[in-house]
Structure formats: structure tokens, C-alpha cells
């Protein structure tokens, strides 16, 4: 790295929010796929005119850069193997605007899926991805690889429960995309090409995002077969109701028994497969609409179907699944 780009990140960021050393910038050289890399540096930006004079420090230099959120993704999409210069976006961490009466939140990019659950949830409301690493993962990484968990089957995924971003360019263009509103069909849909493009097109730095009523009952159902496709027909049935679950996940025997000793749920021993199935409504219907989805569930090679009794159970249900 030469000492005039340096001087040139120093003079974007405080000397706190920009790491050289090799050692501490290694541990921003890894994501959860595994794979490691040495970054040229790491720098922190805290706002959007800081991104964008990253961008044109290392457009002016010819330094490739690779934005990063908390790590999580499993894809080596932030690994710097060419030695990248890593932009962290865990300090841009607030949320900007709250507006319960429009279902809609504005947040930067560094501020985790658990936090904006928590500040939906003081409205009644919440934000429908749901990735395995929602207590730690960020907004932005979530946008980044259209992440969205099990709830996706009802919901959809990023792209569906957003409404713009403000985003940095390739060449240090800030650009706004997207509506505030729930219907907006007027010209192109850049929202939805920067959302899952990995940071490739543009640097998110504000998203919008689009809420949803929290649903005030739920139930939790796991149903185990003696084959995968036992458990593939059973989804495709399941699918063909006319209530949709709110999430449907999909676990194999080795998957059973990795997570097995992590469990608290009594998990099944002689399957090939489980199901996991989680339906979101009212509590005046909500009854029926779990006892439809079990008869769907019933099958050819269909084992046993539980329906968790408490909270606990369900939660516990699912923190299972999370362990993977």
C-alpha cells in the first residue's frame, strides 16, 4: 500500500477507524465460509460521505475494495483474496427513522436484523427476513446476498420487503432507488438489481425496508419420513393449501444427528427426514389452519407429525434448526 493512499484514508476517517497492522486486519479476513485472506487494510466508515470518498481514494489509486457486514455469509463473498481493502460498515449502525404509521424504517447498513426486530416489535410490527444469523448479522449484509431465512416461503425475501436504498457507485455516485411507498412502478428497479449483488454494483450506505403487522398467534409443527422424498412430497402438498406457512424448513438425517446432542427437542432416530413448519394468523383461526397443514403433511413414508404445545418448545424447535 503506498504512503500516499494511506494519507489519503487518514484524511477520510479517524485514526481509530482505520486499521494496517496485518494481525489485526487478518480477523477481517474471513467470513463463515471458512476461507481466509490478508486485507491491504480495514477501514470504517461512519456515514455516506466517507464511503464515498473511500470509493474515489481507491478509484484515484487503483485499489480494489470488498464491503463487509459482520461476517456471517457463508459464500467467501468478502474474503479479500486478491487483497482487497475491506470496507466495514459495522460503525454506519443506526437506525435513522421509525415510521410505525407507514410500516417503513430507515437504517444503515451496519445495524443488525436482531435490533431492527426489536424496534419493529415496540410498534407491533416486524421485518419479514429472518436469516439463521439474525441476532448478529447486519441489515446491509443481509441486502447484500438477498438473505431471508425460513420465513421466505410466506413473505418473500429481501427484495420483496424493501423500498430503496441510497447506495455509492463504482464511481463514487451517490444514487437514491426505490419509493417510500408500497406500490411504485415508475422506472427502472435498481432496488431490486443492488439488492443480492454482493456489493458488486454499489455500496449500500440507507436502506428503506418495509413492515409487516406482527402476527399475534403462532404454531410450530415438525413432521418426520422415512425418505426424502417422502418429505419433498409432503412440501409440495403442503404448498397446495390454501394457507401458506409462514416458514417451512427442510432437514436430512445428517443434519439430524449433527444437531442432536445441541437440542433440547426430543428429535426423531429413525428418520430420514424432518420437516419444520411454522404457521402465522389469528388465534380465533389459527387452530384450524395448523390442523389442515398436518393432514397435508400425511403422506406416503409420513413417520409421525407434533404440533409444539408451548412457546418454549417451538422456540427451542427452532434454535435447533438454528445450529446448523
Not at 485499489?63 to 463487509?68: E, T
Not at 459464500?75 to 486478491?82: D, H, K, R, S, Y
Not at 416458514?247 to 427437542?265: I, P
Not at 407429525?305 to 427452532?318: N, Y
Amino acid at each position: 500500500m503506498s504512503n500516499k493512499f494511506l494519507k489519503q484514508l487518514r484524511s477520510i476517517v479517524p485514526q481509530e477507524n482505520l486499521l494496517t497492522d496485518a494481525s489485526e486486519c487478518l480477523t477481517y479476513g474471513y467470513d463463515n465460509s471458512r476461507r481466509q485472506a490478508q486485507p491491504l487494510a480495514v477501514i470504517f466508515p461512519i456515514n455516506e460521505t466517507q464511503v464515498q470518498q473511500i470509493v474515489l481514494a481507491c478509484n484515484q489509486y487503483n485499489i480494489p475494495l470488498i464491503a463487509r457486514g459482520r461476517g456471517t455469509g457463508t459464500t467467501g463473498a468478502t474474503v479479500p483474496i486478491n487483497h482487497e481493502l475491506i470496507v466495514s460498515f459495522e460503525r454506519m449502525n443506526k437506525i435513522t427513522n421509525m415510521d410505525a404509521d407507514n410500516r417503513s424504517m430507515e437504517v444503515q447498513p451496519g445495524v443488525t436484523n436482531l435490533e431492527i426486530q426489536q424496534c419493529a416489535a415496540k410498534h407491533k410490527l416486524f421485518w419479514a427476513p429472518d436469516p439463521t444469523s439474525a441476532a448478529f448479522c447486519s441489515v446491509g449484509g443481509n441486502l447484500a446476498y438477498n438473505s431471508a431465512g425460513p420465513r421466505a416461503v410466506k413473505y418473500g425475501t429481501c427484495r420483496e420487503n424493501t423500498l430503496g436504498l441510497r447506495a455509492i457507485t463504482g464511481n463514487a455516485e451517490i444514487i437514491q432507488c426505490g419509493t417510500h411507498t408500497t406500490k411504485g412502478v415508475v422506472g427502472y428497479d435498481l432496488t431490486r438489481l443492488i439488492i443480492g449483488s454482493e456489493g458488486n454494483l454499489a455500496l449500500i450506505t440507507q436502506a428503506s425496508l418495509k413492515l409487516l403487522p406482527l402476527p399475534t398467534a403462532k404454531h410450530t409443527i415438525k413432521a418426520s419420513y422415512n425418505s426424502v422424498d417422502a418429505a419433498a412430497r409432503a412440501v409440495s402438498n403442503i404448498m397446495s393449501q390454501p394457507i401458506t406457512p409462514c416458514a417451512l424448513e427442510f432437514m436430512d438425517k445428517n443434519a439430524l444427528d449433527m444437531v442432536r446432542d445441541y437440542s433440547t427437542v426430543k428429535l426423531p432416530t429413525n428418520a430420514a427426514a424432518m420437516l419444520m413448519i411454522e404457521v402465522d394468523g389469528h388465534p380465533e383461526t389459527i387452530q384450524k389452519e395448523s390442523e389442515l397443514l398436518i393432514s397435508a403433511c400425511k403422506v406416503d413414508g409420513y413417520i409421525d407429525c407434533e404440533l409444539a404445545q408451548t412457546k418454549d418448545e417451538a422456540s427451542a424447535l427452532w434454535q435447533t434448526r438454528k445450529a446448523l
